[in-house]
């Protein structure tokens, strides 16, 4: 027992200790931002200016935040680069920060203020930007609303989240008709080329027949002026992907870090002024990114309404783009069309190609490395722990397996069921932590925490190299007489036979067993592949355990716009 003359003692212990801890931290973070602004300075989204540039740049970013002031400083720049090349031409830096600036104006006369919700629901195209910039500029907060969502869905995550003015492409007209937000609507994308393969629009009719106003007849009535400072910083609202359940508004506003955009550029050779083709739809948490990384370099953006990898390539070859961002489906179908293009275009100008949004597993790696040299770059993270491990050309030559080393500042922890710290080797629950932490859901509720460190929701291990490795979702284990299996471990494999296109495994209820594997297959166009020569295959290659109870083949796979598969449709599914 510790006497009372200790006592002044002990407590001055706790307090140097504490003060120590809290001095540690503030060391790392101040270290990690010169990290993060070095790198930013190298690539070029930081450099000297002019002293009236630096303070126009800092008053800007008073006006409307980090986020908003991004097509202003461009405008100053250079205003005349092209910022856009999209399906209806080519649009400047300046021309985009005009726009952005008359949206801010004609949102302010519908009575928007900084905090209110305008939700966006548009493809990737240069009104995309126009709608998301402008409603910055207002401080609005911005809901990013999957392209994918039915009626009932816009109208209950429009609501949910506080909408009070949706911005949408024509086609999604029908969609949006349940949902009247108090401040009204308006139309980012005024016409539907797809129309043009029906009957109505060879008649000469590209649109709905909506009376919405467009964003072009707004920015044609309303000032070009740069609006007025906002009362509040915008904030963004990135939606989960709903693979199974309902999509979740998570929460994030611009943080007092250069992390988001420093600690890709650390480990990511990205440039300014050069040029970024953008597949990965930018609703999203990778394209939303991606598409902010290269407004604050000051780059190109090539932005297509839809994903086709015949314009994919093309558009390299033509616009000599430096970095393309895509989801591990995309990449895959471009491969394929690589594979049966003659003659082969010409991607020399290629030096990035980074791949996030769903695993991208050892085979594709071990596949894109072979075709298009040592440019891919693999992210790990989520809509919610932002990212975690970026693994580079030399990590994936390692092993292609892997999702990287830890990026500079982050802090990833294989915790067991306990919250203890697991030894290298041993697989456990992946938490992850940031100097932009995720904020809880929108609706409430969040990912548990354990020592200010956030579950990503996966099981997976470090190696001896300190490269991370991802064995599947700390939900879909299951336990098949007795031993642990990772759907994942199935997927990779199974993908990887030359006569699939694509599988992936979830774990059913089983009767005698507790639960058991079964696998989805895409054959590859004339395979004569069935169940017994799939199972054989696993049988080969892992644990007898390990080998599915069942194999299912379908023409496709159900994906959403980000390429990550549906398994709650599968689970759904009546195999019998």
Not at 59 to 68: C, K, L, P, S, V
Not at 480 to 488: D, K, L, M, Y
Request: net charge negative.
């Amino acid at each position: 027992m510790s006497k009372l003359s200790d006592l002044p003692v002990q407590a001055l212990a706790k307090v140097q200790q504490s003060v120590g801890k809290a001095a540690g931290k503030y060391w790392e973070r101040g270290s990690a931002e010169l990290h993060y602004a070095r790198k930013m300075f190298e690539a070029g989204a930081l450099k000297l200016e002019a002293p009236q540039d630096i303070a126009a740049l800092v008053a800007d970013i008073r006006r409307w935040g980090e986020f908003g002031m991004i097509p202003a400083l461009n405008a100053r720049r250079h205003p005349n680069r092209v910022a856009v090349i999209d399906d209806f031409g080519e649009m400047t830096f300046s021309e985009l920060d005009s726009a952005a600036n008359a949206v801010a104006n004609g949102l302010l006369a519908k009575g928007v203020q900084g905090g209110d919700g305008v939700a966006v629901l548009a493809r990737n195209h240069r009104w995309f930007l126009v709608s998301v910039y402008g409603a910055a500029k207002v401080g609005a907060r911005i809901i990013l609303l999957n392209s994918e969502f039915s009626g009932p869905q816009i109208k209950e995550v429009s609501e949910r989240e506080g909408g009070k003015v949706i911005i949408y492409d024509d086609e999604y007209t029908a969609a949006v008709s349940q949902s009247q937000p108090e401040l009204g609507k308006l139309r980012a994308l005024g016409v539907n080329p797809d129309r043009a393969e029906s009957s109505a629009a060879a008649e000469g009719d590209e649109t709905s027949g909506s009376t919405d106003e467009t964003l072009e007849e707004l920015i044609a009535r309303t000032g070009t002026q740069p609006p007025p400072k906002a009362s509040k910083h915008s904030s963004i609202i990135i939606l989960t992907s709903g693979t199974t359940g309902t999509p979740k508004g998570a929460n994030r506003s611009a943080p007092p870090s250069l992390a988001p955009i420093g600690g890709v550029l650390s480990s990511v050779p990205f440039k300014a002024k050069e040029v970024t083709s953008l597949p990965a739809p930018m609703f999203h948490a990778l394209g939303f990114l991606h598409a902010t990384i290269a407004m604050m370099l000051g780059s190109t953006l090539v932005l297509r309404r839809r994903f086709k990898p015949a314009t994919v390539l093309a558009d390299i070859e033509k616009n000599k783009v430096t970095a393309i961002v895509v989801v591990p489906v995309m990449l895959s179908r471009m491969l394929d069309e690589l594979e049966k293009t003659s003659p082969k275009p010409d991607l020399s100008s290629l030096r990035i190609v980074f791949v996030s949004g769903s695993q991208l597993g050892a085979e594709l790696a071990t596949r894109a490395l072979k075709d298009l040299g040592p440019v891919i770059y693999n992210l790990y993270g989520s809509t919610e722990v932002a990212y975690a491990t970026i693994a580079g050309p030399q990590d994936l030559s390692i092993n292609p397996a892997t999702v990287g080393p830890v990026v500079k500042g982050m802090k990833v922890k294989i915790l067991d069921d306990n919250g203890n710290e697991l030894p290298r080797g041993e697989v456990g629950r992946i938490f992850v932590g940031n100097f932009f932490p995720f904020e809880g859901y929108t609706g409430g509720g969040g990912k548990q925490i354990i020592d200010g460190l956030l579950s990503s929701g996966d099981v997976g291990y470090f190696d001896d190299n300190d490269l991370l490795y991802v064995s599947g979702r700390d939900d879909e284990m299951i336990v098949s007489g007795g031993e642990n299996v990772f759907p994942a471990e199935i997927e990779d494999l199974v993908s990887g036979h030359p006569e699939v296109v694509e599988a992936t495994a979830l774990g059913v209820e089983d009767k005698e067993w507790g639960a058991r594997l079964r696998c989805f297959v895409v054959k590859a166009e004339g395979s004569s592949i069935d169940e017994d020569t799939i199972k054989a295959y696993v049988k080969e290659n892992l644990a007898r355990y390990k080998v599915p109870r069942e194999v299912v083949f379908l023409d496709e796979l159900p994906r959403n716009p980000t390429g990550k598969i549906l398994k709650r449709e599968l689970r759904d599914m009546d195999v019998e």
